[in-house]
């Protein structure tokens, strides 16, 4: 509640007559020059000023912001609400109620934890896509989610009803970004005004516990990914701190072209954003060519702001977002309101006008061609017609022996004619004769073949060869709440059954919408048959493939991919595809747009060039070509303008939060304090408050750490964190086995996260993980330093434990990017690891660690573990650290590495505690410590 009102913002704004109190922002001179995203900053600190944490200097330094200079100026944010899916969401209700008995335990009052601000919890990360291409799909894998998730679901139901403002959109409804922004996003947050009758007006801004929680910049609402922990500590009235960002500017102008999609658009600007390099900062689209950008488009763009690493990707008001909120079944009071709001406070964007950035880029939508991004990374953009060779060229990085001459069966022939046997090669029409595969304009890189017969259930005798398509999905929120990509899509799908393509009978072919709207539209558009006759049948509605919810390939082709070492490839429409995410059978990974996605069904192969090679013979004997069904942009906006109209939004949302009969049929527990039951193996109360003391135990140095893993660049949070299936032989399948649980019931990681057991046996074990330590062995695994021997890394950790030796982590650049998942942190922290050195982190990791009590340091620049000679054998002492216990952050702690000979290896590492309020919550042991010492002191 703001006491302080030191610039006399407040006022009231009348809309169609109901009066409004507001926060102006032109009652302080400075702020009308600054770009829309810290604008949103400055109304937030005018309307939270309380004299103490949020101060009028706060306000001054926004208003004036240099955008030439480094970040400096701390500044407390405090956004409306929270939104949450269930993999992350499920540990913050966890810690929640494990908070209540722990404040009871410090003679505070259990109510006191309770959300102060909205919190919605979308449940779209359980659904697995166990059955696919068959038209019950739908209907057994949501059975199939509530049989594995029972207990979950309970828990989650209860919190629904012990926590006050907490809501729970059940299993079966949509994806978490996707209903963010076609219903929770309010664009104008209103609530009750203290002291008055009226409603006080101010935007909407949020966290979520997903990094794609920035889709919703799209809608103009300033919003962004933060940890489990983080967003814990949101709930509870706690600011996010923050330096005040640069903000770079990113100029849209021109139009995209016909044959372009919104996916071909966005992974150009993840391509370019991180080439410029934007991690830690705002980007902010304006411009003439800001207009021409539809809202789901936009929505898109911002869905992948953490693929490029900026904080936020925001668009600002205008027609554009108004149109929507109407399509969408916004009230036309909300609608008014925003509008009205938006141009009072300098919020609607006006094109002539340019803010102040601190960095310019700018893309002429005119430019953009269709592509694709691969085989590992989103930002690696490949277009679609050097997707052929950019194959070809990575294939090899992924064949054992490929990059020598007589290592595979090598083909560089420029044209070859293949039997009908093969289609594969051939990327043919499956009752087609041979036909000529043109495979190369110009020189194409000489890639390995190693085709294997199989025998499909379905009796279908055929080939597997590296690079055969596999997966091809369409799922994420990414592109399913888009439905130019979407409707797309299916057009393309009925095209190509009209000219009688099949998609390739080895490829598992799966649909999950982002909402019911989706469905919806397809159906009053007639194209349902024409994508099931493909296979792309209902698999569900949630974040499936994108997540790792691929669910298992069939036997046979599983089989003899593992049998033969195959390279296959999974093509989705999603936002990642780092290694080891989609599948355990699947080494290549590539993003891109739902008609492509279909493309890629009917080629059955990445080693495929769709401008020279037919899809299929016609029966006149012409090839036929992707070019032949691609719809043209006109069919695909008159589809849309015919489909799609508000009253679906109204209906599929006018009771989102009940639940089908399955939800509603679960029982639910009661009481303030969550009932745990000591057999579960979903919900376990945490360790994380055990014999905490009423105030923090002093920080201290670090001695005698050993090295648990050594890790390169780009080690993602995929990689650190519990996420996928549970093998049967790692240490958590072990966990789960002795407990009872038979392996087809073991589930997947993000399902069993209010589990600690489970997680912390899963942490750092990514089928793709490479630890140095162990070279040329991927996974888990480390060297145990006490025995010598290669151990699992949650074995070791749990050997260093009982000898009381702590642990560290080295890694390399952009350590710690991905999604925003606070099991990597939480994970990290219980295995003892007490500091992590790299190159440099991703935001989110970065102070998830921090909020577990876990140093980050930095190399100094131009340094590295390779540049000092750490092999990971040493010895690591820091020292240093205790100068936080004086109240201020040292920007160095001296590491010093003692190798197996005696020599040492010194140097000064940079502490990455960027904030006063983030040496606060180190000091505390972590950040949901210092809440809770907070709420039980006040």
Same mark, same amino acid.
């Given at each position: 509640m703001s006491t302080v009102d030191t610039f006399g913002s407040k006022g009231t704004l009348e809309v169609d007559e109901t009066s409004y109190e507001i926060y102006r922002l032109a009652a302080v001179p400075g702020l009308d020059r600054l770009p829309y995203s810290l604008k949103i900053l400055a109304e937030n600190l005018l309307r939270t000023e309380d004299? #103490?944490?949020?101060?009028?200097?706060? *306000?001054?330094?926004? #208003?004036?912001?240099?955008? @030439?200079?480094?970040?400096?100026?701390?500044?407390?944010?405090? &956004?409306?609400? *929270?939104?949450?899916?269930?993999?992350?969401?499920?540990?913050?209700?966890?810690?929640?109620?494990?908070?209540?008995?722990?404040?009871?335990?410090?003679?505070?009052?259990?109510?006191?934890?309770?959300?102060?601000? &909205?919190? %919605?919890?979308?449940?779209?990360?359980?659904? $697995?896509?166990?059955?696919?291409?068959?038209?019950?799909?739908?209907?057994?894998?949501?059975?199939?989610?509530?049989?594995?998730?029972?207990?979950?679901?309970?828990?989650?139901?209860?919190?629904?009803?012990?926590?006050?403002?907490?809501?729970?959109?059940?299993?079966?409804?949509?994806?978490?970004? $996707?209903?963010?922004?076609?219903?929770?996003?309010?664009?104008?947050?209103?609530?009750?005004?203290?002291?008055?009758?009226?409603?006080?007006?101010?935007?909407?801004?949020?966290?979520?516990?997903?990094?794609?929680?920035?889709?919703?910049?799209?809608?103009?609402?300033?919003?962004?990914?933060?940890?489990?922990?983080?967003?814990?500590?949101?709930?509870?009235? $706690?600011?996010?701190?923050?330096?005040?960002?640069?903000?770079?500017?990113?100029?849209?102008?021109?139009?995209?072209?016909?044959?372009? @999609?919104? @996916?071909? *658009? /966005?992974?150009?600007?993840? $391509?370019?954003?991180?080439?410029?390099? /934007? *991690?830690?900062?705002?980007? %902010?689209?304006?411009?003439?060519?800001?207009?021409?950008? &539809?809202?789901?488009?936009?929505?898109?763009i911002g869905n992948m702001s953490p693929e490029f690493g900026s904080t936020c990707a925001i668009f600002p008001i205008d027609d554009v977002t108004i149109d929507y909120l109407r399509l969408t079944g916004r009230g036309d009071a909300e609608v008014a309101l925003v509008e009205a709001y938006a141009k009072e406070q300098g919020l609607w964007h006006d094109p002539a006008v340019e803010p102040v950035f601190s960095e310019y880029l700018g893309l002429d939508l005119s430019t953009v061609v269709p592509s694709i991004a691969g085989p590992k990374r989103p930002q690696d953009r490949i277009e679609l017609t050097e997707a052929k060779e950019a194959f070809a060229t990575s294939i090899l990085d992924y064949v054992d022996g490929a990059h020598e001459p007589h290592g595979s069966d090598l083909d560089g022939a420029v044209e070859e004619t293949f039997p009908a046997s093969d289609p594969i090669a051939a990327g043919e029409h499956d009752d087609s004769a041979g036909v000529p595969a043109q495979v190369a304009r110009g020189d194409v890189a000489r890639r390995p073949h190693h085709r294997v017969p199989v025998t499909l259930a379905s009796g279908t005798e055929t080939e597997l060869d590296h690079g055969a398509v596999v997966i091809a999905s369409i799922t994420s929120c990414t592109n399913t709440s888009n439905p130019s990509v979407m409707l797309a899509a299916a057009l393309l799908a009925r095209n190509a059954v009209n000219r009688g393509l099949t998609a390739k009978p080895w490829v598992k072919t799966s649909m999950a919408p982002g909402s019911k709207v989706v469905t919806d539209y397809y159906e009053k558009a007639g194209l349902w048959p024409y994508l099931e006759k493909l296979g792309f049948h209902l698999v569900g509605y949630g974040c499936g493939t994108c997540i790792g919810n691929s669910g298992p390939l069939p036997e046979e082709v599983s089989a003899v991919v593992g049998e033969h070492d195959l390279a296959v490839v999974s093509v989705l429409s999603g936002n990642r595809n780092f290694e080891g995410r989609i599948n355990p059978d699947v080494k290549m990974n590539y993003l891109a747009s739902p008609p492509l996605v279909i493309a890629y069904a009917l080629a059955g192969t990445m080693d495929f060039d769709f401008e020279v090679e037919p899809l299929g013979v016609g029966d006149d004997g012409v090839g036929i070509f992707l070019r032949d069904i691609w719809p043209a942009p006109r069919e695909v906006q008159a589809t849309m303008d015919s489909a799609i109209d508000r009253d679906m939004f109204t209906t599929d949302y006018a009771d989102v939060f009940a639940g089908d009969e399955r939800w509603r049929a679960l029982q639910t527990p009661q009481g303030a304090t969550f009932a745990w039951d000591p057999e579960s193996t979903y919900v376990r109360k945490p360790p994380y408050f055990d014999g905490m003391s009423a105030a923090p135990a002093p920080v201290t140095d670090v001695v005698g750490a050993r090295v648990l893993a050594k890790l390169g660049d780009s080690v993602t949070t995929d990689h650190i964190s519990p996420a996928g299936s549970i093998k049967a032989d790692s240490p958590a399948g072990a966990y789960l086995a002795e407990h009872g649980v038979a392996r087809r019931d073991f589930n997947s990681y993000g399902s069993r996260r209010g589990n600690h057991e489970v997680m912390i046996r899963g942490t750092f074990a990514n089928i793709r993980l490479r630890n140095e330590l162990v070279p040329g062995v991927e996974g888990g695994f480390t060297v145990n330093h006490l025995t010598g021997e290669q151990a699992a890394i949650y074995d070791a950790a749990q050997d260093y434990a009982a000898a009381g030796i702590p642990l560290v982590i080295l890694g390399g650049k952009e350590y710690g990017s991905g999604s925003s998942r606070d099991w990597a942190a939480k994970g990290t922290s219980l295995l003892g690891v007490r500091a992590v050195i790299t190159e440099s982190f991703e935001r989110i990791h970065r102070s998830n660690l921090i909020g577990m009590g876990v140093l980050p340091l930095q190399f100094p620049l131009g340094e590295s573990a390779a540049t000092l000679g750490l092999d990971g054998t040493e010895t690591f002492d820091l020292s240093g650290v205790t100068a936080l216990n004086e109240g201020r952050t040292p920007p160095t702690v001296a590491v010093r590495a003692t190798r197996t000979d005696g020599t040492v290896v010194e140097f000064d590492a940079d502490l990455r505690i960027d904030t006063p309020g983030e040496a606060d919550y180190y000091r505390n042991g972590g950040i949901l410590q210092y809440v809770l010492r907070s709420l039980v002191s006040a």
């Open positions: 004299g #103490a944490n949020i101060t009028a200097d706060h *306000v001054r330094a926004l #208003a004036a912001w240099d955008p @030439t200079a480094q970040p400096s100026t701390e500044i407390q944010f405090t &956004p409306a609400r *929270v939104v949450m899916q269930d993999f992350t969401g499920v540990p913050c209700i966890v810690d929640l109620a494990t908070m209540r008995e722990a404040v009871a335990d410090l003679g505070g009052d259990p109510d006191r934890i309770n959300p102060l601000a &909205p919190a %919605e919890l979308v449940i779209d990360h359980s659904v $697995q896509i166990d059955v696919a291409g068959r038209a019950d799909a739908f209907e057994r894998n949501v059975a199939l989610e509530y049989e594995r998730n029972h207990e979950r679901y309970q828990f989650l139901r209860w919190g629904q009803t012990a926590f006050d403002d907490f809501k729970v959109v059940p299993p079966g409804t949509g994806i978490v970004h $996707q209903v963010n922004i076609e219903y929770l996003a309010r664009v104008v947050m209103t609530r009750p005004a203290p002291g008055t009758t009226l409603l006080r007006a101010y935007p909407d801004t949020c966290v979520g516990t997903d990094s794609h929680t920035t889709m919703v910049n799209g809608l103009g609402v300033l919003g962004w990914g933060v940890g489990g922990i983080e967003a814990e500590a949101a709930m509870l009235g $706690q600011p996010v701190s923050m330096l005040i960002p640069r903000v770079v500017g990113f100029k849209l102008s021109g139009a995209i072209p016909p044959g372009v @999609t919104a @996916t071909d *658009v /966005v992974l150009t600007i993840t $391509q370019q954003l991180r080439q410029h390099g /934007v *991690v830690g900062k705002f980007v %902010e689209f304006y411009g003439d060519g800001v207009a021409q950008v &539809p809202l789901a488009n936009r929505a898109t």
